[in-house]
């Protein structure tokens, strides 16, 4: 300090015992994918004296397999300008076992105010249940809502060049708002959202327990209106007071808004029953092996066959698997179900001697119901002359032949003795 005329404390400066070998860390770093701990071990194998928080801080001060930090950025939004959607997973106690839940969140970015539920699982019929109570807690919604790049939403890309599912653009477009998707590792782009995950997570699910899914999604609500009335020093304000503004700058809800549904098709188990997402649903019991088509909504599960309603149920919630069953739908004690021969047999059957016949022997010499056997017979009927059927049938009862390849055979050999007789009276057995 005397010598140099300042009062200024220089910089103490050792050199590290690693400074000799920052090119050969570098390469073990590399060798290693990145783990320090292997190339501190490799380091100490070649006898080099060095500890291990010696080897790291060495590393950060020349930028050796660490990233210089970025500054964290800072967005602006407009009244109705965005809204971010995302979703998280969570644990929470449900019917006393704890369970893992997806929670879906939606954040308008000017007034802040929050609306999220819970779900066994997230998928597109989900997001767009939730999205629906979303938008109709808030009265509208904005022109841009913004996700990360979920497949969910997404059909292809991702950022900027992604591209919305058809089914999910076509829900965006009915209420007036489009997706976009922020940058992958972008994910300050969606901080709005992103938030209050950890808020959710340490205010709203700890220490509590729920009943099912629709007892938790009822205090998420309730949840939602005090948060969204609490005062904030950053804002000044509470997000209802600041929702007022914002409320005439969003996009109105279309004057009716349909209910969502999924449509799936199952056939009916010999149990009477109908499976969807774990869980099974009855259904009268005379429908056994027919297919029936599903309509899902948020809350029920109704089955129709045709245009007629069979069957509605509460829709069960939960990850456990379990079976709903309406009395009306079981026969009564000592009543089976009504056992009908399928309709391939009773037209075969209505055909008269000797296909009636041959059907029901040939469902007996058949695998399992004989439906194929009975559905290619009546093909025949159908098809083909009804003399050469009768001929070749009963041709086929007397030798007790019930190789439908070779009864097609006996029908066409019919067929050409009797409708294409050649010039001179010979047949083509007589050529052969």
Do not use: W
Not at 19 to 29: G, N, S, V
Not at 172 to 188: I, L, P, S, T
């Amino acid at each position: 300090m005397l010598s140099s005329g300042t009062a200024e404390v220089p910089p103490f400066e050792r050199p590290s015992r690693a400074e000799p070998r920052k090119e050969q860390i570098e390469e073990l770093l590399a060798r290693c994918k990145g783990n320090l701990v292997r190339v501190h071990e490799e380091l100490m194998a070649e006898g080099l004296s060095l500890s291990y928080p010696a080897l790291t801080a060495f590393c950060r001060r020349h930028s050796i397999g660490h990233e210089p930090p970025r500054p964290a950025g800072h967005y602006d939004f407009g009244p109705g300008q965005e809204m971010q959607h995302d979703t998280s997973p969570h644990r929470a106690t449900i019917a006393g076992v704890e369970q893992r839940v997806e929670t879906a969140s939606l954040v308008l970015c000017y007034s802040r105010m929050l609306f999220f539920q819970g779900y066994p699982a997230f998928n597109r019929f989900a997001c767009k249940v939730f999205l629906t109570d979303a938008l109709t807690y808030l009265q509208g919604a904005a022109r841009v809502c913004m996700i990360d790049n979920t497949h969910v939403v997404v059909a292809s890309g991702t950022g900027r060049d992604m591209v919305s599912a058809p089914e999910m653009a076509a829900f965006a477009e009915r209420f007036g708002f489009v997706f976009r998707a922020h940058e992958k590792g972008d994910a300050n782009r969606s901080a709005r959202v992103e938030r209050p995950f950890r808020f959710i997570e340490g205010n709203f699910l700890a220490g509590r327990s729920f009943a099912d899914f629709d007892d938790l999604n009822r205090q998420a609500l309730d949840f939602c209106d005090r948060v969204n009335a609490k005062h904030r020093r950053h804002l000044h304000g509470s997000a209802r007071e600041l929702f007022a503004a914002e409320r005439d700058h969003l996009r109105p809800l279309p004057p009716f808004v349909p209910e969502v549904y999924a449509l799936h098709h199952r056939i009916v188990d010999v149990e009477g029953y109908v499976s969807l997402a774990r869980h099974r649903y009855s259904v009268p019991y005379a429908l056994i092996g027919r297919q029936i088509e599903i309509r899902e909504t948020k809350d029920r599960i109704d089955a129709y066959l045709g245009p007629r309603l069979v069957a509605s149920h509460r829709k069960a919630a939960g990850r456990q698997s379990v079976r709903i069953t309406a009395q009306e739908h079981r026969p009564r004690r000592g009543e089976g179900p009504e056992k009908k021969p399928p309709p391939e047999e009773q037209e075969l059957t209505a055909a008269g001697e000797p296909l009636g016949r041959y059907a029901l022997a040939l469902k007996r010499h058949s695998a399992g119901r004989g439906t194929l056997a009975l559905r290619r017979l009546l093909a025949f009927h159908r098809e083909y002359p009804r003399e050469a059927v009768a001929k070749a049938v009963s041709t086929a009862l007397e030798y007790g032949l019930f190789d439908l390849e070779r009864l097609e055979r006996l029908i066409l050999r019919t067929i050409a003795k009797d409708y294409f007789v050649l010039p001179g009276g010979r047949d083509t057995d007589d050529d052969d």
